[in-house]
DNA sequence: CTGAAAGCGCTTACAG
DNA sequence: CTGAAAGCGCTTACAG
């Protein structure tokens, strides 16, 4: 690897000072028009680049660079369409603040990740996070944006997934006749596809997929309906071969249950899969619901009745919040979307 | 923002040497294990998270970030599945390398990214950049891997996308009396969504839309078909509405083409929207083809019929070989998948 | 096994 | 408008 030039390398080869450099960079009014466009002609003629932004951040203390932490490793991050969607509205924002992306994930707990976070000049949360890194920003002091989870104090953006819920399984659930379903992600510890039990009801649990299934539970008892543990499954994992497994075990039940509220699209579009190749139709047979309204759920046979999320827009939102250090707590909208799976 | 703790002050706090310190952290054999994990028991407790490491990457040269260059805007990428499978790939091997991932784009012009290019010590670049970066990253001598494209000397993964789509085309054309059309991104110069002219095929195109595209042309030849001009359709970009729109005009034609080559499956999906939008059967009325097997493709109704371009894969080996400063340009398979679209 | 010191490439107050 | 100099927080060869 070439040795690349540095602003002493530069200065002594345009015979202008190193200051004078930078400022031609960094601050135009700093010198006068007519040495600015010299300077930075010669730069370009002997492939100077500019400054370092490495060097800089350490005078300066200002990177530019924004760190997005996920809750998952970045490989699943990628495979999710809400999270690429998220991740899209804020590349969106911070390209145009001129600020680069730096991709974390609070999964990895390596020193190199530990030192990587005192190089971004802020944070965007998504997810409830492992480990540390949440703590180590917070002491920081640098600015931050949490996303799908709550903490006192900091600011974030989140959707009432109780009451989006409550709205889709009322209905989805016609009458007390219905045998509902549910088919959520981490809803227990358990690295297998299965029924949570009456006990697991038990507990106030504050994770996203406990206040989905409680807003389901709830539109439920409107409609006088109930839902047993028993029809109650647990995915270790949002992905498309768990969720057919757990749509198995639920279609192919004696008491088949004719409505499954899923806790995402992608299983929403599994579910409908199962189906399939079981004869059933939807709604006919079973209704569907999902969740999230990802841009397959309108291309699924039968378009799938879910609960838009917005992803896009919550990352424009929270990038947006980051850049203008908002100190707010936003609610966004979680729009029922009818089509006809459910 | 309060002031972050520096080794400076984490030495005079507990009374041994900035070296000393460092080495706990990053050389464990310069120092005993006893002081070693007081010292790290310290740290802990007064909040020192270790060594910054923006003043380490300019000490010591490295930063352990490596690059992924794409040459689409971030946030298109983040809508492209063959986009996100292929950084899931790399993002699985760098974790385990303990690398951090910084996403840039070749699209952005600003001076804040050509810093933010003095970070990385590896790049990826996917697919033919624009602009400069490039050239700045050739002329750094830093370890790079092209993706999707070929420069002399520089260590690459392709795929022979010429083979494929002559493979796919014989496949899909049965004969001379079929007519056959083609939907390609990024064919031309344009921005809407429009035929090409017979002037467009004269001259030798390097781009991988063209080499499929030749490779479509020399699969109907086998067949004894020929694809006019009027029937290959331009769009500006690979999006489901400017594809629909392509789908409209070659279907509303008087001579209505039975089999459309897509050179990706989100046109193929689109197209097989819009036929069943006009009560035309796919695969009876007009065939389809995709090409990238993204995980949808499997879903389409039908199926598709494409070809596997193991994006996950492609960013797996990518990643490997910046690691290993492979110097080698290899060529992937990719593989027809016959399913029932086409 | 430990510490004092140089230097990585910049920015910025300050003096001229 | 320009330049000399301090210092951002580290790592590392070197001396003890």
Redesign the pocket.
């Given at each position: 690897m070439k040795?690349?030039l540095?602003?002493?390398d530069v200065s002594k080869l345009i015979g202008?000072?190193?200051?004078?450099i930078?400022?031609a960079?960094?601050?135009p009014d700093?010198?006068?028009v007519a040495?600015r466009e010299r300077i930075l002609k010669e730069c370009e003629r002997i492939g100077y680049s500019g400054?370092?932004m490495i060097?800089?951040s350490?005078?300066?203390g200002q990177s530019d660079v924004v760190a997005i932490m996920l809750s998952d490793s970045l490989t699943y991050s990628f495979s999710d369409p809400m999270a690429t969607d998220f991740m899209a509205g804020i590349t969106e924002v911070l390209a145009k603040a001129h600020k680069q992306i730096l991709l974390l994930s609070s999964t990895i707990k390596s020193d190199a990740q530990i030192r990587a976070e005192s190089l971004p000049d802020g944070f965007i949360f998504y997810g409830a996070p492992e480990g540390d890194s949440f703590k180590r920003v917070i002491r920081s002091g640098k600015p931050l944006i949490v996303v799908d989870f709550d903490f006192p104090d900091v600011p974030s953006v989140n959707i009432d997934n109780f009451e989006a819920c409550k709205q889709l399984a009322s209905h989805a659930i016609q009458n007390g006749i219905d045998v509902p379903a549910i088919i959520g992600m981490r809803l227990v510890t358990d690295n297998h596809v299965k029924p949570i039990t009456a006990g697991d009801l038990d507990h106030d649990k504050q994770e996203i997929s406990w206040q989905r299934l409680f807003g389901y539970l709830a539109g439920a008892q409107e409609k006088s309906a109930d839902i047993l543990p028993e029809n109650i499954i647990h995915l270790p994992v949002n992905v498309l071969d768990q969720a057919e497994e757990g749509a198995r075990q639920l279609l192919s039940k004696p008491k088949r249950p004719n409505v499954i509220l899923c806790m995402s699209d992608i299983i929403a579009i599994a579910v409908c899969k199962v189906a399939r190749e079981l004869n059933l139709s939807v709604p006919g047979d079973v209704r569907v619901t999902g969740f999230d309204d990802i841009a397959e759920a309108e291309r699924n046979q039968p378009p799938l009745t879910t609960i838009s999320q917005q992803g896009y827009e919550k990352g424009q939102l929270a990038a947006r919040m980051l850049l203008d250090k908002s100190d707010e707590r936003v609610m966004m909208d979680a729009k029922l979307v009818v089509r006809e799976s459910g």
């Open positions: 040795k690349n540095s602003l002493k202008v000072s190193t200051a004078t930078s400022n960079f960094n601050r700093q010198l006068s040495l400054p370092s060097a800089r350490l005078r300066s």
